[in-house]
Every structure is written in structure tokens, then in C-alpha cells.
């Protein structure tokens, strides 16, 4: 069973669409991410929610929507996309037991703007 | 968080042991030392953590030094399929809180070499 499945793996568009990835767990965790890693390889957190309540928002432009349906779905909405907007988008959740938490991470979507 | 540094790159001949160091010499008496991978094209992946004892698991050992300034990951018996990024990331851990977020470094690229 897949633990943090993205969807689609693969979305190629043109400049000035929009487009939406979506996220889902199965682990139970109530906390989930968009972490973006660009041509260079650089992985960075975008957003995290906790029990579908925003708590971290890095410095992303407000193009990026992300919505939390319930606590096993992140999707994340990009408005007028550009060709900066090129990258991995990878979803994790995690879960804190014991003091710390684990975060698992989705096979990520792999976004190509023309 | 405490910023980590890390060798570039790192060959290791396969079935030998792979030892994986990182620096973290401003690390706080809360902050864990985490291990994640990142295999070329797919997410990343947990390794193992540690706040002050060595640690083991199936995957791999954290050795943290009696001053927590340093650490290293070893690989027992490594394999072609270890070949990939490994990521040293030091942080603390708060119920719901911003601090759950992880910060990527640009990691060590380990060549498993037949």
C-alpha cells in the first residue's frame, strides 16, 4: 500500500494555466507538506498543515493555494503558472510520537511549464 | 535550526561500509539529528534519528559525539542501490509548530561503485 500518493507524477503545461496537484496519506498523521525542489536540486518546504489548519506559509507567492480537505488530502492550486514555476512538488505527512516525528514523503510531481 | 555542513560527494565500494559525516557544531540540547536519502527521481526517505545516544535500525547507525557537535551515518554493507543523496538535517520537533518543517542542505552524494 502506498504510504503518500501524488497525483499526477507527470503535468506539463503552457505559461498562464492553472493547474492542481493533489496529496493523500494513509498513515492517519495530521500533518502534511509541499516541499518544491527546483533544477538545481534544491528541496525546500512550501507549506505544512496541521489537523487541515495552515501553520507554516514560506515565503511562496499567493499563486500557491494549497487546501486541506481533511486530514488525509493536500492539494496544492497554482494560478497563472510561469516558467519559474518548473519543479518537483513533493507531498510528505508525519505524525509526532514520542517528542519527535518522522516525515514520509510522496514519489512527487514533476511539473514542466512551456 | 542549527545549519549542518557536509562533504560534497563520497565514493564507497560496494559491500564495504559506508561512513557518512556531518558537522553540526551550533546543534541546541533540543535539537535532533536526522538522516534522510533521496534516491535519484524519487522522494525523500527517512534513515534514522538521534538526539543524544547512537542509534540503530535495519537501514543504518547514527554515531553522535559526547558533544553533539558532529555525527555519522554509517551504511554496514552498502549496495549499488545506496547509491544517492544523503541529507544530515538538525531540528527541533513541536506539537503542531513551525519548527516541524525540515531544512535541506545540499547533502552528501555517496557513489556506491561496484
Known amino acids: 500500500d502506498t504510504a503518500v500518493s501524488q497525483t499526477p507524477k507527470y503535468l506539463v503545461t503552457q505559461m498562464g494555466n492553472d493547474k492542481s496537484i493533489k496529496c493523500e496519506q494513509n498513515l492517519g498523521h495530521d500533518t502534511m507538506y509541499w516541499y518544491k525542489q527546483d533544477s538545481k536540486k534544491f528541496l525546500k518546504i512550501m507549506f505544512s498543515y496541521n489537523n487541515k489548519e495552515l501553520i507554516i506559509n514560506e515565503t511562496v507567492p499567493n499563486r500557491f493555494s494549497p487546501k486541506s480537505p481533511d486530514k488525509a488530502h493536500l492539494n496544492l492550486h497554482i494560478n497563472s503558472l510561469e516558467l519559474g514555476d518548473s519543479a518537483v512538488y513533493f507531498c510528505?505527512?508525519?505524525?509526532?510520537?514520542?517528542?519527535?516525528?518522522?516525515?514520509?514523503f510522496g514519489p512527487g510531481t514533476r511539473l514542466t511549464v512551456l | 535550526d542549527a545549519k549542518t555542513t557536509q562533504p560534497p560527494s563520497m565514493d564507497c565500494a560496494e559491500g564495504r561500509a559506508a561512513n557518512l559525516p556531518c558537522n553540526h557544531s551550533?546543534?541546541?540540547?533540543?535539537?535532533?539529528v536526522y538522516w534522510y536519502r533521496q534516491i535519484h527521481s524519487q522522494g525523500p526517505q527517512y534513515i534514522i534519528h538521534g538526539l543524544k545516544n547512537n542509534e540503530t535500525n535495519e537501514m543504518a547507525s547514527l554515531i553522535i559525539t559526547e558533544d553533539r557537535k558532529s555525527s555519522t551515518l554509517i551504511l554496514p554493507h552498502a549496495t549499488l542501490r545506496d547509491t544517492a543523496v544523503y541529507y544530515c538535517i538538525v531540528r527541533s520537533v513541536g506539537y503542531g509548530g513551525a519548527t516541524n518543517k525540515l531544512i535541506f542542505g545540499t547533502g552528501t552524494l555517496l557513489a556506491v561503485q561496484p
Open positions: 551550533t546543534i541546541s540540547g533540543n535539537e535532533y
Open positions: 510528505a505527512s508525519s505524525q509526532i510520537q514520542g517528542g519527535t516525528d518522522t516525515q514520509y
